[in-house]
């Protein structure tokens, strides 16, 4: 009798080991980060003394940027759970915001340094605006468009995000450069405050509209009856996609986000995981302006980096977002971050700029302007009511392409 007590005690105790195991194993980006962390607050300080090899530069900068993906990829893995917890659209603006924070906090630490950079914001915006609405939404429609033909969204949703991306794009990267009360490609101070003001009350409109009044216009639309003419093998393939999501969406997906915690546990673990990224992105500054520096390479290129940074767990959702028919989920992605960028980035480095008498350059170029205005036009026709395609995501990848070639050969 007490063997077979002691059996089943073990066997009770087994899956406590297990689920302790998952929870660590779910959690390893969090444990890398704060590693990383105190490594480079301790004896760190000394590895970034001496930049004099180009290899322990590049060793260097290749941890930093791992474990700050890793992170990256944390802190969306627990947005997404709160996603799935609150529901559409709050999900995907939890997601959003966690993910333009990373931007605003590695921005911040950058301007705040020793040695700001007064273009490095402005690069890293009009990096964001380009990989969102080029790259990312050129992917994301090419994906769907393969797998499914033509994808459905919400048109006043989508169009909505348009509405206030386009002017606030236009008067935060292109105004700067053509006012003549400075000198160089900023705003005086007077016009700063009004813009950031501005910026930030037209961005929270937006979030109230999306959340309250026009909820319904940000959720994926259901097809009417007779509203498309399909084949009867399309008409198979979706049903069973859809019955594949449906059953997917009742269970709970731990291979996706790791071990379930509770909604209040996954927004303490977001704000933990966010924080190595935010403390980590100054030495990780230090090295790229250096590298780049030392390299030859083009100013721009940085803004590059840190867009690739922050982007990439969110590309990634966007991604699985069109391979599962749900473009709308890929849109509100896309678009959200192209309007966060601007509606809380800008704000928030005018008035750092402006308590702290740092200098800032927010004007483009020409050739940057006239991408800008080529990129907002062609998205404009790409949500303009009908179904997406194939063809739409690759007119977005010429323009990525292009960006990507004159950043080395302006």
Aim: glycine share 8%; net charge negative; hydrophobic share 50%.
């Amino acid at each position: 009798m007490p063997k077979a007590a002691d059996t089943k005690d073990q066997d009770s105790a087994a899956p406590a080991r297990r689920s302790i195991l998952d929870v660590l194993r779910g959690e390893l980006g969090l444990i890398s980060g704060v590693i990383t962390t105190v490594l480079f607050f301790t004896v760190g300080k000394e590895w970034l003394a001496d930049f004099s090899s180009l290899t322990w530069l590049g060793l260097m900068f290749s941890w930093l940027f791992g474990v700050m993906i890793w992170c990256a990829f944390g802190v969306v893995r627990h947005a997404d759970a709160l996603a799935e917890i609150l529901g559409e659209p709050y999900g995907t603006l939890i997601l959003t915001i966690s993910v333009i924070s990373i931007e605003v906090t590695i921005l911040a630490t950058v301007m705040l340094g020793n040695t700001p950079n007064p273009t490095l914001p402005r690069e890293t915006m009009f990096a964001i605006l380009m990989i969102v609405l080029n790259g990312m939404v050129g992917t994301v429609l090419a994906v769907g468009g393969l797998r499914y033909v033509q994808q459905q969204y919400n048109l006043q949703g989508a169009l909505a995000y348009l509405a206030v991306i386009t002017p606030l794009a236009f008067i935060a990267l292109v105004l700067p450069t053509f006012t003549e009360s400075t000198s160089g490609p900023t705003l005086q101070t007077q016009q700063a405050i009004v813009f950031g003001t501005l910026t930030a009350l037209l961005y929270g409109a937006f979030l109230t509209i999306q959340t309250t009044r026009h909820r319904t216009f940000f959720l994926q639309p259901k097809l009417a009856g007779g509203s498309q003419v399909q084949s009867k093998t399309e008409e198979r393939r979706r049903a069973e996609t859809e019955g594949q999501a449906d059953s997917e969406a009742a269970m709970p997906d731990l291979h996706h986000h790791g071990p379930a915690y509770s909604g209040s546990v996954h927004a303490v673990l977001l704000l933990a995981t966010l924080l190595p990224v935010v403390l980590l992105s100054k030495p990780l500054a230090t090295l790229l302006d250096h590298g780049i520096e030392e390299l030859g390479l083009p100013n721009a290129l940085g803004g590059v980096v840190i867009a690739m940074l922050i982007l990439s767990p969110e590309w990634t959702a966007a991604l699985q977002s069109a391979m599962r028919d749900q473009l709308q989920r890929a849109v509100n992605l896309s678009l959200g971050s192209a309007l966060s960028t601007i509606g809380l980035t800008v704000p928030v480095m005018l008035a750092i700029s402006l308590f702290t008498g740092t200098p800032l350059n927010l004007g483009l170029n020409s050739v940057d302007i006239v991408l800008l205005s080529v990129t907002l036009f062609v998205c404009h026709i790409t949500f303009s009511g009908a179904p997406t395609n194939i063809l739409l995501g690759f007119v977005h990848l010429v323009l990525f392409g292009t960006y990507l070639l004159l950043i080395f050969k302006p």
